[in-house]
């Protein structure tokens, strides 16, 4: 016979430790880093070009590249993590809807 357990309850009555404080602190790193190297490319980029003497389009392609790494990064990570899950359907459609997205903003 199987034993119900009321999650919220459970979670309710729990304390706050040093592992949920862990885990958020790590979660709102990885927001803050997330969009940081396209911010200090689109905060140095004016600098750049001044500095060099360079037309702004010529920085464009170092904009495509970085975006173009993810695309390749994504891809490379998902098969070396998960190869399992990977190559199931749900796991190409989700690969293949990151890969179209990074495409077309490239």
Aim: with cysteine; charged share 15%.
């Amino acid at each position: 016979m199987s034993t119900r357990v009321d999650v919220t309850g459970v979670i309710d009555n729990s304390r706050f430790g040093p592992y949920q404080l862990l885990v958020i602190t790590l979660c709102a790193m990885c927001l803050v880093m997330d969009g940081f190297d396209v911010q200090a490319m689109g905060y140095v980029a004016p600098v750049v070009i001044r500095e060099w003497g360079i037309a702004k389009e010529t920085l464009s392609p170092v904009f495509g590249a970085g975006l173009f790494g993810m695309l390749i990064g994504s891809s490379l990570f998902q098969f070396r993590c998960e190869p399992e899950t990977a190559r199931n359907r749900q796991g190409e459609a989700s690969r293949s809807v990151v890969e179209a997205g990074s495409i077309s903003v490239a």
